[in-house]
C-alpha cells in the first residue's frame, strides 16, 4: 500500500502549434506522498496538470492514474481523480451544497452517498456554515475551498491542485495547508505553487520545471539535510582578500560579492564560527555583518530557473 | 447513460435559476398569445378568401407557423451560454476532468436543452388546444404539427449547442447561430435562381420547406428524416470540436 504508484508519467511532451509547452517529463507520485510543483510563470505547471487530470491530450508520452492510462481508459483513470484548476471551476449561480452535490454525481457517486460525501467534504473544508449560500456570493477564500471541496468529494486516490492557495489571506493559507497535510497521508496530491515556503512546509518531494523542463526532482529533506555545511554572508569595514579568508580552518569556500561583504560556507559546527570570528577580531577587519545566506530551496530554484542548470546540479548531485 | 441524465438535469435546473428562462418563457408566450388573438378573430370573421378553410387550417397552422419564426429569433439566446459559459469561467475543467466521456456530455447538455423546450412547446401547444372547449380541431394535422415544431426547435437547437461550442464569448455564439439558422430558413428563396438540380438541393436543405410540410398535415419521412440528420450532425460536431480542443494542435 505504501509504496503504491498512483501517478506515473513518462516521456510527456505537449505541443501549442510549434511551442513545445512540456518537454520530455517523466516522474511518478505514491501513495501518501505530497509532491510540490515549482516554477516560475508559463513554466509548464498548468499544463501538466491539466494533461494528468485529462482535460488536455498529450502529444507525446504516457500517463497512468491509479494503473490506468488516461487516453485509453479516461473514465477509469478519472474516477481516481481530483482536480482544481487555477480558477475553481464553479457554476456561481448554484449554492454550495447544490454544487457540491453534482459534482459527486459527475464523479459517479449514487444519490445517498452523494449526499453523505457533500456533508463529508464541506466538513473538511470548512464550508458547513455555508452550505446554503450562492457560490456568487461566498468570499474568495470559501470559493476556493468550494473548488478544493469539489476536487476530494469523491475521495479519489489522486488530488491535482492548481495554486490551491492563491488569493487566500495568511489565517486561510495555513487552514488550506493543515487541510492539504492531512489530505496527503492517504492520497497522493500534486500541487503547483510559487510561493517557496508552502513547498517546504507541505510537500514531500519537490519538482521544479522550467520552460517545460523538469530540472529537479528530489525529496525535500534530502534537499535540506544534504548541506553539511553552512552558508553565511559576512561584511567587513577592512575587507579582506578571499585568500586570507580561506585560509582560516573550517572555511571551505569563499565568494566575494562586493566590495566589502563575502558569501562563505563553513563546515557545520560551531567551532569553525568561532575561529572566523576570533580571526576577524585579531586582524581587526571590522566585522560588521553576519548573516545566514537565503534557504537551499530557494537558492537551487533561482540558479535552476535562471539557467545555471549545470552548475547546480553539480552542487547537488 | 446515467451521466446523461445528471448533465441534463443539472443544465435544465441551472436555466431556471436565471431570470433569462423565465422572460423568454414569458415573452414568447405573450407574443404567441396576441398572434393567437388575432389568427382567432380572423377565423370568426374570416376574409373571402378563407373560404372552406377550417379552423385548423386558420388558427393552429399559422399558429404554428408564427411559433417557428420565433423560436428561431430566441433559439441564439437560449443556446449561446451552454458550452461558451462553460469555457469562459472554466466549469469545463471540472467536466473534462470527470469520468464522463464527451459524447455523454454534449447529449446531456443537449437533452437539458431539449427539456427546456419541450416545456415552452407545452406552453405554446396549450393555446390551440384550448380552442377543444369551443369547436372540435384536427387533432392528427395538429400533432403532425406539434411534431414538425418539435423536430424543427431539435435542429435549432443542436446548431446552437454547435456554435457555442466555438466561441468563449456568449455573444459571438449567439450572433453566429442567429446567421445560421436565419441562412438555413431562407436559402429555398434563392431556388429561382440557378439550374434545377440547385433549385432542388436549396429547396431539400431549408429548414423551414420540410416545417410547412408537417404543419399542413402532410407527414412524409422525408422531412422527419432531414430535421433528424441535422439534428445528429450538429450534435457529432460539436464533439469533435470538444475533442479538437484537448488534441494538440
Redesign the interface.
Known sequence: MENETLISVKGLY????NYCAVKNMSFDLNRGEILGFLGPNGAGKSTTM?II???????KGEVRVAGHDISTQ???A??H???L??????????TVD?YLL??A????LSRRSALNSTEHAKKLCGLTQVGHRLLRNLSHGYQQRAGIA?AIIHSPSVIVLDEPTSGLDPIQIREIRNLIRELGRDHGVILSTHILPEVQSVCDRVLIINQGELVLDKEIDNLMDKESKQRLKVAFRRPPSEAELLKITGVLNAEQLDSSSFLLELADDQESLDKLVQQAVKSGWGLNQLQVATDSLEETFTMLVSGKREESAQIHE | MNNIFTIATHELRRFFKSPLAWIILGVVEFLLAMFFLLLLDQFLNPAPWYAGRGVTEIVVASMFQESGIIILLITPLITMRIFSEERRTGTINLLLSSPVSLTELVLGKYLGLLAFFVIMLALIALMPLSMLLGTPIDLLQTASGLLGLFLLTASFAAIGLFVSTLSAQPAAAAIMTFGILLMLWIINMATNTGNETTRLVLEYLSLRNHYNNLIVGVFNSVDVFYYLIVSLTFIGLSIWRLDMDRLPA
Not at chain 1, 484548476?85 to 448554484?94: A, F, K, M, S, T
Not at chain 1, 454525481?105 to 459517479?108: M, Q, V
Open positions: 505537449r505541443y501549442y502549434g491539466q487530470s485529462g482535460v488536455l491530450a498529450a502529444s479516461p473514465r477509469l478519472k474516477s481523480l481530483g482536480f484548476p487555477e480558477l475553481p471551476p464553479l457554476y456561481h449561480d448554484l447544490e453534482y459534482c454525481k459527475l464523479r459517479g469539489q
